[in-house]
């Protein structure tokens, strides 16, 4: 036969309890000891409380309970001091405390919330006070479930304002979302460095601008935030569990409470902030800030041990992470980064890559013929490294195609002659040279060509030797920053690596470069004896001493139809000359000449001319030599059809070297001539 047991029990939200407990017969429940009377009259001790005013409150307080039987009841008291009764008969109940007249209602339930109770015992009607410490009144309790052990008594006390006490699926649902709430700020914020804020505010959108700009002023407080939010996810979770716990037993209470934690507490809020966690840090600030100061007792010293443990929070990204970050960004519809970021991969790589190349050579006992420039010119080089000896790893000079413009083809001169007048250096640089480092060398001036070398290891009794492996300029270091090939018009190859040839390249006949009857000007024969007799007669620096006659003859069908603002000489037609601030204008016909400042420097520094600095083209003399130089205060402008002859310092230069070239030829050939009459 089933029976109900009534025990005295304490529960939560503020009120003494009786526990009636239903066991069988043949057993006792571990509730109903006679210890558990006084542990309830712990509230007791909270009778009284004061008011704002200072008037003393009196709570009425439960500490003990007697049930009274019938006689003929053959029911009493177990051996545990726990009594029992029939279900679902009336007996009356005696409880015994302090100030039990201010009680206005006793609500029996079998759950842990008061605020569920279906058995009420009104105080008004149903309740007998003897005494201020004693009561009675009659109860009929239905038949428990099995697996609710107990009935539960809440006290509740006269003047209690209505809807006192919270449902407890209410409070845990509260708690879930506060759970939600710092386990999603917990991986949304602490996943947004410093750094990366402020990059949003700089570079984000409006509104990512503005979350940024609130989050980041506690963001910067990395340890406090973390220990804060943590602090709060755990204690916001242990109290779920609690609740959970009064609601349910055992495993069932463990089971419900670990599944709502995980998907309303962990899964959901941390799929959302992964992706919006930037907006929902910036609307919960406040919150955030609320709890950061309620727990601050706690983060801060925890906080500041992180702080002097792991140091400053600091994220920085280094050139590799930054190109692979690059690489990993939005891509054009053919899978591939736009210009643009193609440049920026290119500039940051060209410290990662080497100088090494393969290259095109020809020895110093070649000699330039018309056959030899065009094939120099053929395989599209403009500079050419040059080799003695027979071996290529010996590279002596460095020839320009440039420095072949004026020569006679019948003069038969040899690579060697020709490098040894024009005498350009070779810069060398080791194969494993970044090609930043040697960009930094072309900005200073050191050239805009090099030699590439490697150390092979010889012997161990014999010293390393060098091999050359390559030739880098300063165009297959722009190549590499832009990632693409850098073509012209006249380029033969558009790949330096796999020698692609190209199919539309201009072809270059250089051979004509040599043939006096091949002029590419228009001005005729005449007009090029008589520019040729004036600029002898008239100007030094075109004097036999300074140019030869020949080589100022290829000079002068060689500059036609270029603009200059060197040296100019009015053949036919008309220009007019603007004078100085003051404006004033004239006229200038044929053999006016203008520029003749730069002639005069050019006599003066004659002595100087055959002496080659650097490997920079030739047409950058004039900047490496600003006292070759001058500043006109004039202008001129072509006003009619006009022919003139245009000569820069580049082409003096070069001129004045191919002259000395022939003289010392001539020379050769006379005492050639002596040593044979001999």
């Known amino acids: 036969m089933n029976l109900l047991r009534l025990a005295l029990a304490w529960v939560g939200y503020g009120f003494s309890t009786i526990g009636a407990q239903l066991a069988d017969n043949s057993t006792s429940s571990p509730r109903a000891e006679p210890k558990a009377a006084p542990a309830a009259a712990a509230p007791g001790s909270q009778s009284s409380s004061s008011s704002s005013n200072g008037t003393m409150l009196r709570q009425p307080s439960i500490f003990g309970m007697r049930v009274e039987l019938p006689a003929d009841d053959p029911f009493g008291y177990d051996k545990h001091g726990v009594c029992i009764v029939t279900p679902d008969e009336q007996f009356k109940v005696v409880i015994y405390g302090n100030h039990l007249d201010k009680i206005a209602q006793l609500i029996f339930t079998p759950t842990n919330s008061c605020s569920d109770g279906k058995h009420v015992v009104d105080a008004t009607n149903d309740f007998i006070v003897h005494f201020t410490h004693k009561a009675t009144f009659h109860l009929i309790l239905p038949m428990l479930p099995e697996s609710i052990h107990a009935y539960k008594m809440c006290v509740k006390p006269k003047g209690a304002p209505a809807g006192m006490e919270l449902s407890p699926v209410m409070v845990i649902a509260f708690l879930l979302c506060l759970s939600a709430l710092f386990s999603g700020l917990t991986l949304g914020l602490m996943s947004l460095t410093p750094q990366e804020l402020e990059l949003v505010m700089k570079a984000g959108s409006r509104s990512e601008q503005k979350y940024a700009s609130v989050i980041l002023p506690i963001r910067r407080k990395g340890n406090l935030l973390l220990c804060s939010l943590l602090l709060g996810n755990v204690i916001v979770n242990a109290a779920i569990s609690i609740l959970f716990g009064e609601l349910t037993t055992g495993l069932l209470a463990l089971f419900v409470s670990s599944l709502g934690i995980v998907i309303f507490g962990e899964i959901v809020p941390q799929s959302i902030c992964v992706k919006k966690g930037l907006a929902v840090g910036a609307h919960t600030i406040m919150i955030t800030q609320v709890f950061i100061f309620i727990t601050y007792p706690i983060a801060w010293p925890v906080s500041k041990l992180l702080d002097c443990l792991l140091g400053d929070e600091y994220q920085a990204y280094d050139r590799k992470r930054l190109m692979e970050l690059i690489r990993m960004s939005i891509k054009n519809d053919n ?165 692609i040839r190209r199919k539309n390249h ?173």
């Open 335 to 499: 899978g591939q980064l736009s210009n643009e970021l193609k440049i920026a991969v290119g500039a940051m790589e060209i410290a990662d890559k080497v100088a090494e190349d393969d290259v095109f050579m020809i020895p110093d006992t070649t000699v330039l013929n018309t056959k030899t420039v065009a094939e120099i010119v053929r395989m599209g080089y403009t500079r050419i490294p040059v080799y003695s000896d027979g071996d290529k790893n010996n590279v002596t000079d460095i020839l320009f195609v440039k420095d072949l413009a004026l020569l006679d083809p019948d003069d038969n001169f040899t690579v060697k002659t020709v490098c040894g007048y024009h005498r350009h250096p070779v810069k060398f640089v080791f194969n494993d040279t970044p090609l930043s480092i040697l960009l930094e060398a072309f900005k200073k001036g050191e050239g805009h060509l090099a030699m590439v070398k490697k150390i092979v290891s010889g012997a161990e009794d014999h010293d390393p030797t060098y091999e050359l492996v390559g030739v880098v300029t300063l165009e297959d270091i722009v190549e590499e920053i832009l990632q693409a090939e850098i073509n012209d018009e006249f380029d033969v190859v558009s790949d330096n690596v796999n020698k």
């Open 506 to 678: 201009q072809q270059r006949d250089m051979s004509k470069m040599f043939d006096k009857e091949a002029s590419q000007i228009q001005i005729s024969l005449q007009m090029q004896m008589v520019a040729l007799q004036w600029l002898v007669a008239n100007q030094e620096a075109f004097s036999p001493k300074y140019i030869d006659t020949n080589v100022l003859e290829r000079l002068i069908r060689n500059s036609a139809r270029r603009m200059s603002d060197r040296f100019v000489l009015i053949l036919e037609g008309r220009v007019r000359v603007t004078i100085g601030q003051s404006g004033m204008m004239f006229e200038a016909g044929p053999w006016h000449c203008f520029g003749e400042e730069v002639l005069k420097k050019l006599v003066q520094g004659a002595a100087t001319l055959s002496r080659s600095t650097s490997i920079v083209d030739t047409n950058d003399l004039s900047c490496r030599r600003p006292d070759l130089m001058f500043k006109p205060d004039y202008s001129v402008v072509v006003k009619e059809d006009c022919t003139y002859l245009d000569v820069n310092v580049a082409a003096y230069v070069n001129a004045y070297k191919s002259s000395l070239m022939q003289r010392e030829r001539g020379l050769v050939k006379i005492l050639k001539n002596n040593n044979s009459k001999l």
